[in-house]
T-cell receptor
Protein backbone atom coordinates (compact mmCIF):
# COMPACT_ATOMS: atom_id res chain seq x y z
CA UNK A 1 0.00 0.00 0.00
CA UNK A 2 1.23 3.49 -0.82
CA UNK A 3 2.63 5.67 1.94
CA UNK A 4 0.95 8.96 2.85
CA UNK A 5 2.39 12.22 4.18
CA UNK A 6 0.36 14.63 6.29
CA UNK A 7 1.29 17.75 8.25
CA UNK A 8 1.58 16.86 11.94
CA UNK A 9 -0.77 19.60 13.11
CA UNK A 10 -3.15 22.31 11.95
CA UNK A 11 -5.37 24.91 13.54
CA UNK A 12 -8.75 26.07 12.33
CA UNK A 13 -11.16 28.69 13.58
CA UNK A 14 -14.58 27.46 14.61
CA UNK A 15 -17.12 27.90 11.82
CA UNK A 16 -14.48 28.10 9.11
CA UNK A 17 -13.62 25.38 6.62
CA UNK A 18 -10.82 23.03 7.61
CA UNK A 19 -8.72 21.83 4.68
CA UNK A 20 -6.49 18.88 5.53
CA UNK A 21 -3.94 17.91 2.89
CA UNK A 22 -2.49 14.50 2.20
CA UNK A 23 0.27 13.51 -0.15
CA UNK A 24 0.25 10.02 -1.66
CA UNK A 25 2.57 10.39 -4.62
CA UNK A 26 3.21 6.64 -4.96
CA UNK A 27 -0.44 5.67 -5.15
CA UNK A 28 -1.24 3.08 -7.77
CA UNK A 29 -4.26 2.92 -10.03
CA UNK A 30 -6.37 0.57 -7.97
CA UNK A 31 -5.73 2.10 -4.57
CA UNK A 32 -8.39 4.00 -2.66
CA UNK A 33 -7.88 7.02 -0.40
CA UNK A 34 -9.56 6.70 3.00
CA UNK A 35 -9.96 9.29 5.72
CA UNK A 36 -10.59 8.46 9.35
CA UNK A 37 -10.42 10.53 12.48
CA UNK A 38 -9.79 9.67 16.10
CA UNK A 39 -11.07 11.72 18.95
CA UNK A 40 -9.07 11.25 22.13
CA UNK A 41 -9.40 7.80 23.71
CA UNK A 42 -11.94 6.56 21.20
CA UNK A 43 -11.79 4.20 18.23
CA UNK A 44 -11.27 5.77 14.81
CA UNK A 45 -14.31 7.04 12.96
CA UNK A 46 -14.75 6.66 9.22
CA UNK A 47 -15.17 9.93 7.35
CA UNK A 48 -15.00 9.35 3.61
CA UNK A 49 -13.14 7.51 0.88
CA UNK A 50 -12.66 7.73 -2.86
CA UNK A 51 -10.82 6.32 -5.84
CA UNK A 52 -10.43 9.18 -8.32
CA UNK A 53 -13.61 11.24 -8.31
CA UNK A 54 -14.32 13.87 -5.71
CA UNK A 55 -16.68 12.66 -3.03
CA UNK A 56 -19.01 14.38 -0.59
CA UNK A 57 -21.08 13.12 2.29
CA UNK A 58 -22.75 14.61 5.33
CA UNK A 59 -19.44 14.90 7.16
CA UNK A 60 -16.94 16.12 4.61
CA UNK A 61 -15.75 16.46 1.05
CA UNK A 62 -12.79 14.69 -0.47
CA UNK A 63 -10.95 16.34 -3.31
CA UNK A 64 -8.50 14.11 -5.19
CA UNK A 65 -6.15 15.69 -7.70
CA UNK A 66 -6.33 14.53 -11.28
CA UNK A 67 -2.98 12.72 -11.03
CA UNK A 68 -4.19 11.19 -7.73
CA UNK A 69 -0.92 12.04 -6.02
CA UNK A 70 -2.59 14.15 -3.36
CA UNK A 71 -5.95 14.80 -1.80
CA UNK A 72 -7.63 17.25 0.54
CA UNK A 73 -10.26 16.55 3.15
CA UNK A 74 -12.59 19.48 3.65
CA UNK A 75 -14.70 19.96 6.75
CA UNK A 76 -16.95 22.79 5.54
CA UNK A 77 -17.85 24.34 8.90
CA UNK A 78 -15.53 23.12 11.61
CA UNK A 79 -16.82 22.89 15.16
CA UNK A 80 -14.99 22.30 18.42
CA UNK A 81 -16.12 18.67 18.25
CA UNK A 82 -14.08 18.23 15.09
CA UNK A 83 -10.88 18.53 17.10
CA UNK A 84 -9.20 15.17 16.49
CA UNK A 85 -6.37 13.34 14.76
CA UNK A 86 -7.17 12.87 11.08
CA UNK A 87 -5.66 9.96 9.21
CA UNK A 88 -5.29 9.68 5.45
CA UNK A 89 -4.77 6.08 4.40
CA UNK A 90 -4.23 4.51 1.00
CA UNK A 91 -5.42 0.96 0.58
CA UNK A 92 -5.40 -1.37 -2.37
CA UNK A 93 -8.22 -2.75 -4.39
CA UNK A 94 -9.77 -5.77 -2.80
CA UNK A 95 -9.28 -4.23 0.60
CA UNK A 96 -10.96 -6.25 3.32
CA UNK A 97 -10.57 -3.51 5.89
CA UNK A 98 -6.87 -3.80 6.70
CA UNK A 99 -5.55 -0.29 7.27
CA UNK A 100 -2.02 0.87 7.95
CA UNK A 101 -2.10 4.10 9.93
CA UNK A 102 0.49 6.86 9.63
CA UNK A 103 0.94 9.64 12.14
CA UNK A 104 -2.00 11.71 10.93
CA UNK A 105 -2.76 15.40 11.38
CA UNK A 106 -3.87 16.76 14.72
CA UNK A 107 -6.55 19.33 13.95
CA UNK A 108 -7.25 21.83 16.69
CA UNK A 109 -10.46 23.81 16.18
CA UNK A 110 -10.33 27.01 18.16
CA UNK A 111 -13.20 29.26 19.29
CA UNK B 1 -24.10 2.87 10.18
CA UNK B 2 -22.66 -0.48 11.09
CA UNK B 3 -21.54 -0.95 14.65
CA UNK B 4 -18.59 -2.76 16.13
CA UNK B 5 -18.64 -3.23 19.87
CA UNK B 6 -15.71 -4.01 22.14
CA UNK B 7 -15.86 -5.32 25.66
CA UNK B 8 -14.63 -4.38 28.16
CA UNK B 9 -13.97 -0.68 27.65
CA UNK B 10 -11.26 -0.77 30.25
CA UNK B 11 -9.63 -3.40 32.41
CA UNK B 12 -7.00 -3.46 35.12
CA UNK B 13 -5.24 -6.73 35.75
CA UNK B 14 -2.34 -8.03 37.79
CA UNK B 15 0.95 -8.85 36.17
CA UNK B 16 1.07 -12.49 35.05
CA UNK B 17 -2.65 -12.89 34.50
CA UNK B 18 -4.48 -13.15 31.18
CA UNK B 19 -7.08 -10.80 29.82
CA UNK B 20 -9.66 -11.44 27.12
CA UNK B 21 -11.07 -8.67 24.95
CA UNK B 22 -14.13 -9.25 22.77
CA UNK B 23 -14.95 -7.60 19.48
CA UNK B 24 -18.42 -8.01 18.00
CA UNK B 25 -19.93 -6.84 14.76
CA UNK B 26 -23.49 -6.08 15.79
CA UNK B 27 -25.38 -5.80 12.53
CA UNK B 28 -23.19 -7.36 9.87
CA UNK B 29 -21.06 -10.41 9.34
CA UNK B 30 -17.30 -10.07 9.19
CA UNK B 31 -15.12 -12.86 7.89
CA UNK B 32 -12.13 -10.70 8.72
CA UNK B 33 -11.49 -8.52 11.74
CA UNK B 34 -8.39 -6.60 12.72
CA UNK B 35 -6.67 -5.89 16.00
CA UNK B 36 -4.64 -2.76 16.66
CA UNK B 37 -2.65 -1.47 19.57
CA UNK B 38 -2.05 2.17 20.38
CA UNK B 39 0.42 3.57 22.89
CA UNK B 40 0.03 7.11 24.27
CA UNK B 41 0.66 9.85 21.73
CA UNK B 42 1.27 7.29 18.99
CA UNK B 43 -0.67 6.07 16.01
CA UNK B 44 -2.51 2.79 15.72
CA UNK B 45 -0.32 -0.20 15.02
CA UNK B 46 -1.84 -3.20 13.30
CA UNK B 47 -1.21 -6.34 15.34
CA UNK B 48 -3.03 -9.06 13.48
CA UNK B 49 -5.73 -10.05 11.07
CA UNK B 50 -8.38 -12.30 12.54
CA UNK B 51 -9.84 -14.78 10.07
CA UNK B 52 -13.11 -16.57 10.79
CA UNK B 53 -12.57 -20.27 11.01
CA UNK B 54 -8.82 -20.18 10.51
CA UNK B 55 -5.63 -18.98 12.13
CA UNK B 56 -4.94 -15.33 12.61
CA UNK B 57 -2.23 -13.61 10.62
CA UNK B 58 0.18 -11.66 12.80
CA UNK B 59 2.22 -8.64 11.80
CA UNK B 60 5.97 -8.80 12.10
CA UNK B 61 7.16 -8.46 15.66
CA UNK B 62 3.86 -9.43 17.28
CA UNK B 63 4.10 -12.57 19.41
CA UNK B 64 1.33 -14.95 18.43
CA UNK B 65 1.69 -16.98 21.61
CA UNK B 66 1.24 -13.90 23.74
CA UNK B 67 -1.65 -12.37 21.84
CA UNK B 68 -4.08 -15.20 21.16
CA UNK B 69 -6.78 -14.48 18.65
CA UNK B 70 -9.90 -16.53 18.13
CA UNK B 71 -12.52 -15.80 15.49
CA UNK B 72 -15.06 -18.52 16.05
CA UNK B 73 -18.03 -16.88 14.36
CA UNK B 74 -18.78 -14.26 11.75
CA UNK B 75 -19.61 -11.71 14.43
CA UNK B 76 -17.09 -12.33 17.18
CA UNK B 77 -13.33 -12.15 17.49
CA UNK B 78 -11.46 -12.30 20.77
CA UNK B 79 -7.97 -11.17 21.71
CA UNK B 80 -6.42 -12.71 24.79
CA UNK B 81 -3.33 -11.10 26.24
CA UNK B 82 -1.59 -13.93 28.05
CA UNK B 83 0.73 -13.49 31.01
CA UNK B 84 0.28 -9.76 30.84
CA UNK B 85 3.07 -7.45 31.96
CA UNK B 86 3.09 -3.69 32.54
CA UNK B 87 4.58 -3.10 29.08
CA UNK B 88 1.43 -4.63 27.60
CA UNK B 89 -0.58 -1.76 29.01
CA UNK B 90 -2.08 -0.06 25.99
CA UNK B 91 -5.23 0.86 24.10
CA UNK B 92 -6.43 -2.11 22.07
CA UNK B 93 -8.82 -1.48 19.18
CA UNK B 94 -10.59 -3.84 16.82
CA UNK B 95 -12.16 -3.20 13.45
CA UNK B 96 -14.27 -5.02 10.95
CA UNK B 97 -15.58 -4.50 7.46
CA UNK B 98 -18.63 -5.97 5.84
CA UNK B 99 -18.25 -8.52 3.13
CA UNK B 100 -18.26 -5.99 0.32
CA UNK B 101 -14.71 -5.03 -0.63
CA UNK B 102 -13.41 -1.46 -0.75
CA UNK B 103 -15.97 -0.12 1.67
CA UNK B 104 -15.27 1.43 5.02
CA UNK B 105 -14.06 -0.39 8.09
CA UNK B 106 -15.79 0.16 11.41
CA UNK B 107 -13.91 0.40 14.65
CA UNK B 108 -14.77 -0.59 18.17
CA UNK B 109 -14.54 1.95 20.93
CA UNK B 110 -11.30 0.46 22.18
CA UNK B 111 -10.20 -1.26 25.38
CA UNK B 112 -7.83 0.42 27.79
CA UNK B 113 -5.67 -2.27 29.41
CA UNK B 114 -3.64 -1.43 32.47
CA UNK B 115 -1.38 -4.10 33.91
CA UNK B 116 -0.23 -3.48 37.47
Amino acid sequence: DAKTTQPPSMDCAEGRAANLPCNHSTISGNEYVYWYRQIHSQGPQYIIHGLKNNETNEMASLIITEDRKSSTLILPHATLRDTAVYYCIVSGSGNTGKLIFGQGTTLQVKP
Amino acid sequence: GAVVSQHPSWVICKSGTSVKIECRSLDFQATTMFWYRQFPKQSLMLMATSNEGSKATYEQGVEKDKFLINHASLTLSTLTVTSAHPEDSSFYICSAQGQILNTEAFFGQGTRLTVV
